[in-house]
């Protein structure tokens, strides 16, 4: 049994993004065996056998403002909670967005393999686990959790607060991909199916929260809804007063949900269509250049009506009498205070049916671009990736050199820089040893250097990722 907020504090502060399933520094490396998740037209120079369970690890965390450099602050020698006294309210709000986010992807390649066929056609078959988790946190909560109650007796601060939300999904994914030229040549196209046997999912929606909070109660009108789904079935929990305090998974273990996903791809070099130009320069570059676009995680996951749960508040008004507030550093009792007073004011019950319900992946579209500054040795290309999540876009833009030498096939890497909020944000560097024969190892990090404080600790990062893994080489070198 868990708290539901505990739960979703979980949630938002460590995830379970995160959305792409290779590192943006991996695009543009010919012998990458992961880049096809990002365009599944794109393929290596070699078939392969993956490492079982070592093929490829993926994690990634992003956020726009819930980084420790704005929840933490450094007062009279010592580093501090935002929730500390001597941390001013306007301090600390003024760090924060209007809406900040959280996303975090975790992906984990059981198993994998790629060939080419006769026909110069490249197939792809992975079975891997992914979970992902996206949460959404206004200003205003910050507020209420900063400010408090009314030190004044005759005072009452109104807050109203929108739009808290917190997903989390974790499935299995087994996918078949292809690709194969046309155009003699000039184009590559590629798709890959995939099967997605859904094991658990959680989506927690507070609309509204409008609350009167004076020195000794609160008067709340709240909006929200709770849907889970686990293995077993999940049922809702309440203590003895009958305040709802969290949710309880059922006995077993299977399949929670179900789903298909979609990506689709296509990569087209410009060097047929330069032979028809007279302009002796605009042949040189439009020799020299590819343009790619696709759209990955196009589909759905349906979980079960017998494995899941749906609760909602009861439409009224709730008086909240909270205890004493004392803040210290330490955030612990605090929040139990908070998540007690937010349970009781919200108080789920239990809508009516327990029917199914679907969720939508979080697609995104990446639009790649690549000039050959030294013909089959080394290129410059601008990746821009745009994710559709939840009711928002998250987009992102990545400039990188790659090192692809024609001489040296064992040997390719990536100096990346991202562009994110509207600011640079961190270098980038991706490195494959592939040998034809033995094994092939590569690691990868679109933020590999992160942005640190005067302490030296990445508290003013707002992205993170890392990713490897290992294959054995299969077949002839393209």
């Not at 996303?103 to 006769?118: C, E, M, T």
């Not at 739009?163 to 003699?184: C, I, Q, T």
């Not at 890497?413 to 592939?434: E, Q």
């Amino acid at each position: 049994m868990k708290k539901l907020f505990v739960l979703s504090i979980v949630l938002l502060i460590a995830g379970s993004p995160l959305m792409a399933q290779s590192t943006y520094s991996e695009y543009f490396i010919t012998t990458s065996q992961t880049r096809s998740s990002l365009n599944p037209a794109f393929r290596p120079k070699q078939g392969y056998i993956g490492v079982p369970f070592l093929s490829n690890i993926f994690i990634d965390a992003k956020t726009n403002s819930l980084n420790l450099d704005h929840l933490t602050f450094l007062k009279e020698g010592s580093v501090v909670s935002f929730l500390h006294p001597s941390v001013g309210t306007d301090e600390f709000l003024s760090g924060m967005d209007e809406n900040n986010y959280l996303s975090v992807d975790a992906n984990y390649r059981i198993a994998s393999v790629g060939f080419y066929d006769k026909k110069e056609g490249f197939w792809t078959i992975d079975l891997g686990v992914r979970a992902i988790s996206d949460a959404n946190i206004p200003k205003s909560l910050f507020d209420i959790a900063k400010r408090g109650f009314s030190a004044d007796e005759n005072d009452v601060l109104e807050y109203r607060i929108n739009d808290v939300k917190a997903n989390a999904s974790a499935y299995l994914e087994l996918g078949g991909g292809y690709s194969r030229p046309l155009l003699e040549n000039s184009l590559l196209v590629g798709a890959k199916a995939k099967v997605l046997l859904g094991l658990a999912n959680l989506n927690l929606n507070l609309e509204q929260f409008n609350a009167s909070v004076g020195h000794d109660k609160w008067v709340v009108r709240s909006k929200a809804t709770l849907d889970a789904s686990l293995p077993g079935g999940v049922t809702p929990t309440y203590d003895e007063d009958g305040i709802f305090d969290g949710i309880e998974n059922g006995d077993g273990f299977g399949l929670s949900g179900f789903g298909l996903g979609l990506d689709l791809g296509a990569v087209y070099h410009f060097k047929n269509l330069s032979e028809s130009i007279s302009n002796e320069s605009m042949q040189t570059v439009l020799g020299r250049l590819q343009a790619s676009l696709a759209f990955t995680d196009i589909g759905f996951i349906s979980w079960k009506g017998g494995n899941s749960m749906k609760l909602s508040t009861p439409d009224h008004e709730i008086v909240v009498a909270p205890g004493d507030r004392i803040i210290s550093g330490a955030m612990d009792d605090y929040f139990d205070d908070i998540i007690n007073d937010f349970e009781e004011a919200i108080n789920f019950k239990e809508a009516a049916g327990k029917g199914g319900k679907s969720t939508a992946l979080y697609t995104t579209m990446n639009v790649g671009l690549e000039y050959e500054a030294w013909v089959n040795n080394l290129s410059v290309g601008l990746l821009s990736s745009t994710k559709f999540v939840n009711s928002r876009t998250m987009a992102e833009f990545t400039l990188s050199g790659n090192y692809n030498p024609e001489k040296v096939k064992w040997l390719a890497a990536t100096l990346s820089y991202s562009f994110m909020h509207n600011k640079f944000n961190s270098i980038g560097l991706a490195l494959h040893l592939t040998p034809s024969k033995g094994i092939n190892f590569f690691i990868a990090s679109d933020y590999w250097i992160p942005k640190t404080n005067k302490e030296f600790l990445p508290a003013t990062t707002n992205a993170m990722n890392i990713q490897f893994g290992l294959s054995i080489p299969m077949g002839d070198v393209r």
